[in-house]
Every structure is written in C-alpha cells, then in structure tokens.
C-alpha cells in the first residue's frame, strides 16, 4: 500500500508569514492528491484536489502544487482563521490513505 | 444544498453492538459513493472505505475489513457503518463523507462531510 509522509507534524508562525506543508507519496500518484483543513470539533473542509485546484470559496492565498511523489500546500500570508490541522490524501486507488496531518498555530 | 447528516453521539460497552448512519439530502443518493473515516481521540483521520449506494458494493480498508460491515438504504438516502462487537479502541469519532466531482468527472476525493458521530465505548 502507498504510504502518505507528512511534514512538519507540527509548525508555529506569525500571521503574514508564507507557511508551506510537504506531503509524500511513497509511490507515484500523478496529481490525485487533495489537502483538507480541520478544526477542532468539526468535520475536515476540502481545499484542494487535483494536487492544485482551489475548491469552491476557498481563500487564494491557500495554493497546492506537486505530482507523482511530492506535493506542497502553501498559505501565502497565514492568518488566524487558519489555525487548524491539514491532512493530505491520496485518491487514485484504494486504499484511499490520508496523511499523518499537520498542526498549525500562531 | 448537499447535507450528510448523521446519527448521534454512542456510548456503548465492549462486546455490544452498533449501527450508526449517514442520510443524505439535496443530491440523487444512487449516484456517489460514500465513504467513512475513523478519528481517535487526538488523532488523524483514517480512511475506512467506501460503498457505493446504487448497488452496495464495498471496498474496505485492509485495516478495517472484518471489523466493520458497510450497508446502505437507497429507498431512505442513508448509508450504515456497523460493529458486531465493540472494543474500547473501537471509541472514536466517525464520520461519513461523499466523493467530490468537477465539472467533467467524479473523484473519490471527499467534497461533503457529515458532521461526525461520537462513540464512546467503555464498560
């Protein structure tokens, strides 16, 4: 089975700061990778699927990129709306692995 | 407007069993799969599987198969996650969640999510 490495596990920034999460495909997955973002006590909300294709009211300063193995999610100017946990997951085939998450504070 | 909407919170005692639920509104429920993912407490999530309402069929995770069994009801728009017999690690939160689509395709990426359902199991 394909394992998904994220990195950091956790990470703390000041808002404003351009804040970037690395997820890892331990085989290739072409783009069929999506990130999502949790808060505490609720259900994940989608960001981004297709390695790099903003969800519907989704803020612009949330960006993904990558392909095959390696993929990033980037918020270009962190905010304290975006404190929360993001998850990577990979789509292409079962079984449908979500990454380790990542914690962001301010 | 697309809602997931689940069953309540659970607490149960090991060795009971349990049916928990997933209603869908505002879409055709026969035409997306639906898939379940597993949060301990403090935890990440963890994909279960998914079944497909229209026929039933399942896919499980290799770490849940056996464990749980997957139904769903398309005459009442509502899938089932089920446990025959609980184990404390069984206590987590879980939540139902439905395949997202662009506007040439169906992914199995997860678009809508149900707000969760709690379960507690404790003797």
């Known amino acids: 089975d394909i394992q998904m490495t994220q990195s950091p596990s956790s990470l703390s920034a000041s808002v404003g700061d351009r804040v970037t999460i690395t997820c890892r495909a331990s085989?290739?997955?072409?783009?069929?990778l999506a990130w999502y973002q949790q808060k505490p006590g609720k259900p994940p909300k989608l960001l981004i699927y297709g390695a790099s294709t903003l969800h519907s009211g989704v803020p612009s300063r949330f960006s993904g990129s990558g392909s095959l193995t390696d993929f990033t999610l980037t918020i270009s100017s962190l905010q304290p709306e975006d404190v929360a946990t993001y998850y990577c997951h990979k789509y292409n085939s079962a079984p449908l692995t979500f990454g380790g998450g990542t914690k962001v504070e301010i | 407007e697309v809602q997931l909407v689940q069953s309540g919170p659970q607490l149960k005692k090991p060795g009971e069993s349990l049916k928990i639920s997933c209603k869908g509104y505002g879409y055709k429920f026969d035409d997306h799969r639906i898939g379940w993912v597993r949060q301990m407490p403090g935890k990440g999530l963890e994909w279960m599987g998914l079944?497909?309402?229209?026929?039933?069929?399942?896919t499980y995770s290799p770490s849940f198969q056996g464990r749980v069994t997957f139904s769903a009801d398309k005459s009442i728009d509502t899938a089932y996650l089920e446990w025959s017999s609980l184990e404390a690690s069984d206590t987590a939160t879980y939540y139902c969640?439905?395949?997202?689509?662009?506007?040439?395709?169906?992914?199995?990426?997860?678009?809508?999510w149900g707000q969760g359902t709690p379960v507690t199991v404790s003797s």
């Open positions: 079944i497909h309402p229209a026929d039933s069929e399942t």
């Open positions: 085989q290739g997955i072409s783009t069929f």
């Open positions: 969640a439905r395949r997202g689509c662009t506007a040439s395709s169906c992914y199995l990426f997860f678009e809508f």
